[in-house]
């Protein structure tokens, strides 16, 4: 039979010509059939259409050759278009090895029957052995079938919220996670995570939103919208009397877990004044006068005070250090 007959007749009585993939096997193969001294020999089940192409394996389209598959000098193409090849049998030294045959030539076959199955490999590539299979697993299973997959670290609800996931208790491949926060909370990362092919998720698991706690200012206090500082929870800050406000009366939690501001300073009212178009005094702690005030007014602004029985016009000037 020539190459094309010889294949046939293996798909129609087994399921192909042969595919040899390591020097165990061609060995093995070569032991098997009866010892020729001359042609005809055996086809193999590896051929190319082109001299320039690449030998390749009915079936698998694998292009395993070995170190030492060839006979002595070859391929050598000798007779032009030797596409196809055939298997030494002889009792010399190149008994196993491979020749370059015109594919038109007459040789015997030899064949082989598929011990894989579609049941074989569950989630992989069945790979032929002597005697025997193996499963080539795509990424993300395991097992000798490629029956299981792999498995991420076990997730936990975060702080104010919980999850569910597709596989249920399990955290297999292919798992997707969906995260949700009690009311007044939000995730700060993504609600969904997959577990991946290198047994990582593909996001880190997410937390609920909460900005760090706020204290009370010195000589001043605040108030909060929420006991649990979360997610857009606002607090307001006021100074006690006879202080001032440096900074945002009112800040809030934002998005990233952090405030919208810092905390509020309350300083002291301690100013100086000066007289309207006349008069320079200046009023300070523990001197006479006093001006309480729970904000420091604008320079310029105009205020009405009583000095020793008359009624008195001033301007704010300046602010000055407390002593």
């Not at 249920?168 to 700060?188: A, D, E, L, R, S």
């Amino acid at each position: 039979m020539n190459w094309t007959e010889a294949r046939k007749w293996c798909q129609t009585h087994f399921t192909d010509l042969v595919v040899i993939q390591s020097d165990k096997e061609n060995a093995y193969i070569a032991s098997l059939l009866p010892t020729k001294d001359s042609s005809p020999y055996y086809w193999i089940g590896i051929t190319k259409k082109q001299i320039n192409e690449t030998w390749s394996w009915v079936g698998n389209n694998s292009t395993w050759v070995g170190n030492t598959s060839w006979a002595e000098n070859e391929p050598n193409n000798n007779l032009s278009a030797e596409f196809c090849v055939e298997m030494y049998v002889n009792s010399r030294n190149n008994h196993g090895k491979w020749n370059d045959e015109k594919c038109a030539n007459k040789k015997y076959a030899v064949c082989y029957k598929a011990q894989c199955n579609q049941t074989s490999c569950v989630n992989g590539m069945c790979w032929e052995t002597i005697n025997s299979t193996t499963c080539l697993c795509y990424p993300g299973y395991e097992g000798d079938k490629c029956q299981t997959g792999v498995e991420c670290p076990p997730l936990s609800a975060p702080e104010n919220g919980d999850f569910n996931c597709s596989g249920g208790v399990t955290h297999k491949f292919n798992t997707t996670c969906h995260f949700k926060c009690h009311p007044g909370f939000i995730i700060n990362g993504s609600s969904d995570v997959t577990c991946e092919t290198n047994r990582i998720w593909s996001d880190p698991q997410p937390v609920s939103v909460k900005c760090p706690p706020l204290s009370q200012p010195a000589n001043g206090s605040h108030s909060c919208s929420t006991e649990s500082q979360i997610f857009n929870s606002t607090c307001h800050f006021k100074c006690h009397l006879g202080f001032f406000m440096i900074g945002s009366s009112t800040v809030t939690c934002a998005a990233n877990g952090d405030w919208t501001g810092p905390r509020p300073i309350c300083e002291s009212n301690c100013l100086q004044f000066k007289y309207f178009a006349v008069l320079e005094i200046s009023i300070r702690k523990k001197n006479d006068f006093i001006l309480e005030a729970m904000y420091l007014p604008r320079r310029g602004s105009h205020f009405t005070i009583w000095l020793a029985g008359s009624k008195q016009e001033f301007e704010i000037s300046a602010t000055v250090s407390c002593s």
